[in-house]
């Protein structure tokens, strides 16, 4: 692939990102009389829309990030940070939170601390059982985070059958996701550091994550570490994971299209693919909230989740009928 | 000086060793044996990619599992049976992998390229080529990595290449080999193995059979008490004498002139 090709490819993910961010910021909706409006928002409600902008932002670019890392280190196209049970285990986490809520009488601590309680349990259960050899062995990686994944699952609907509907409705339409117009004040920095962190970590050693799609000998031999490359790749991502569920639910679809969509435009190697595709799930998330803004239900707004799925999910299809060979390594 | 001390290792009902050699500067090993023998397992511990259960690879007096990964990969350059060739890298990028924690050297890459004829399709996705170029790449991986003492573990390395690819790098490795490197390396062509080899190492259900130099090791008898098949010298056109395997049964050796098992 041709440099000026590339270089077209990021300037055109750029300018998308900020189309769609500058339309998240100018898109609005009349909370009395359900009017749509396009235009700069007055002070009551710029720092609402600029909070899930950037919020919408960062979420995105964090599960592409741990979706890039997930694919490199468990070598499988299909790798996304759901499958180390990262979200299923802070959807348990969550429900556990509010049973336990409701059959104490006391108050819920909301929907963060139990989230990153359960997301991370979830993912050092996985570590623990996907190791070999004292290393993650991609197989049994993915094994366990599928096992792990099934096994929170059960108990969420065991737990949903426990409390009342009105808390069951709250959890649910939590576990589709929402990109959040209010956050704790430390929220954003957290999650923005974080994603800078894992970023300039990916691009420095994106020459290993690249090692890391050979066979575990040819890694080993040209020094590349594979066990504690994957570990690092396998903590970043269920750290990222962790952290956007517990902001905004489980937003689906964004970790498994965007490093396709990048590895399209930019290639496998992972010194372009991680800021293109870090670039793709932002622009990608945003664009979904900017497109939840504008579809009025009549009832109340879309899950952003409910969007990135529906519109991911066929991308994905058509990504793999298009060229199956360009939906792998 | 390259040396095997002790190595071991359990799979299962599997045992290899525990075996000892050591190699000096200059020379390519052949390691030969039937199937599941334990050829690889013996290459993979060699390289340091599989864990020895007991024992130490050392390497000028230094144990290999105590070097730092820059220093193992300047030392010695590791080629497994199956290589993975379902990449979508490209084959430049795949030779640069090479020099992944070695000093960068454009030179040596494109040198490795030129070498392994890669040129053309330098810009290739690794997953679009044949299993015989994609060997080539690997090997040009290698080549990229090595500097004049390396240690080569190469297992089987010319499976895949047609007869012209495979003589081109039987003379490769010979070349390095002659530069003061050391090349240790798994085949299955008998043949070839006497014809490539100094030194050979036999194995047989995970024992080492025999280890010196190669004329010696290779010799008809003992190669059919390993293999249960019956190997014969045979003079070439040119003169050379070629080991050829006549079966199962001796009958077959009417037809091949026999020079009584020397070369």
């Known amino acids: ?318 990504l793999l009928r298009r060229g199956g060979r360009h939906v792998s390594m | 000086m390259f040396r095997c001390d002790r190595l071991a290792i359990r799979r299962g009902t599997f045992q290899l060793g525990p075996l000892s050699a050591s190699v000096e500067a200059g020379q390519v090993v052949v390691v030969i044996g039937p199937n599941a023998s334990g050829k690889s397992t013996l290459l993979g511990m060699a390289a340091g990619v599989l864990p020895s259960s007991e024992g130490m690879v050392q390497i000028n007096g230094q144990p290999l599992a105590k070097c730092d990964l820059a220093s193992r990969a300047a030392m010695l350059a590791y080629l497994p049976q199956q290589p993975a060739r379902d990449l979508e890298l490209s084959v430049e990028r795949l030779v640069s992998l090479g020099r992944l924690r070695l000093s960068s050297s454009p030179e040596l890459i494109e040198e490795a390229i030129e070498e392994f004829e890669l040129s053309e399709i330098r810009h290739r996705a690794v997953s679009t080529l044949s299993a015989g170029q994609a060997q080539r790449v690997h090997l040009a991986r290698i080549w990229a990595q090595r500097d004049a003492e390396s240690i080569l573990v190469l297992d089987e390395p010319t499976a895949p290449l047609d007869p012209r690819w495979a003589d081109r790098v039987w003379s490769l490795l010979a070349r390095h080999a002659q530069n003061g490197g050391v090349v240790l390396v798994s085949v299955h062509d008998i043949a070839v193995a006497a014809d490539v080899g100094d030194q050979a190492w036999l194995l047989a259900n995970g024992s080492l059979v025999a280890a010196g130099p190669a004329g010696d090791v290779v010799q008809p008898d003992r190669l059919a008490a390993v293999f249960g098949a019956q190997f014969e010298w045979v003079v070439r056109r040119n003169g050379s004498a070629w080991l050829v395997n006549s079966g199962p049964s001796a009958e077959k050796a009417d037809s091949v002139h026999s020079v009584d098992g020397s070369r």
């Open chain 1, 1 to 318: 692939m041709s440099r000026l090709r590339i270089r077209g490819f990021c300037a055109a993910i750029v300018i998308a990102l900020i189309g769609v961010a500058v339309l998240r910021v100018l898109i609005g909706r009349n909370p009395l009389s359900g009017d749509l409006s396009l235009a700069w928002p007055d002070v009551s409600w710029r720092s609402f829309r600029l909070t899930a902008m950037i919020a919408g932002g960062l979420v995105g670019g964090a599960l592409a990030l741990a979706g890039t890392l997930l694919q490199a280190s468990l070598r499988n196209p299909l790798a996304s940070p759901s499958i180390l049970g990262v979200s299923s285990g802070a959807g348990l986490g969550v429900m556990l939170a509010l049973y336990v809520s409701h059959i104490t009488g006391v108050p819920s601590p909301g929907w963060m601390f139990p989230a990153v309680v359960g997301a991370g349990c979830a993912v050092v259960l996985v570590l623990l059982l996907g190791r070999r050899d004292g290393w993650p062995d991609p197989v049994s990686t993915i094994l366990a985070g599928v096992i792990i994944a099934t096994m929170c699952g059960a108990g969420m609907v065991l737990l949903q059958g426990l409390v009342p509907e009105g808390l069951r409705g709250q959890f649910l339409s939590w576990a589709l996701g929402t990109i959040p117009e209010v956050l704790p004040r430390s929220a954003l920095p957290v999650l923005g550091g974080i994603v800078a962190c894992g970023v300039a970590w990916a691009i420095w050693f994106s020459g290993r994550l690249d090692a890391l799609l050979l066979d575990h000998g040819s890694a080993v031999s040209i020094g590349a570490a594979p066990g504690a490359t994957r570990l690092i790749c396998l903590v970043l991502a269920g750290a990222l994971t962790a952290v956007t569920v517990a902001l905004c639910g489980p937003i689906g679809f964004v970790g498994l299209v965007s490093p396709h969509v990048a590895r399209r435009l930019v290639g496998p190697g992972h010194r372009l693919l991680v800021p293109a595709a870090v670039l793709c799930g932002a622009t990608l998330v945003v664009g979904a909230d900017v497109m939840r803004q504008a579809i009025d239900l009549g009832s109340g707004r879309l899950p952003v989740g409910v969007l990135t799925t529906l519109v991911g999910g066929p991308f994905f299809l058509w």
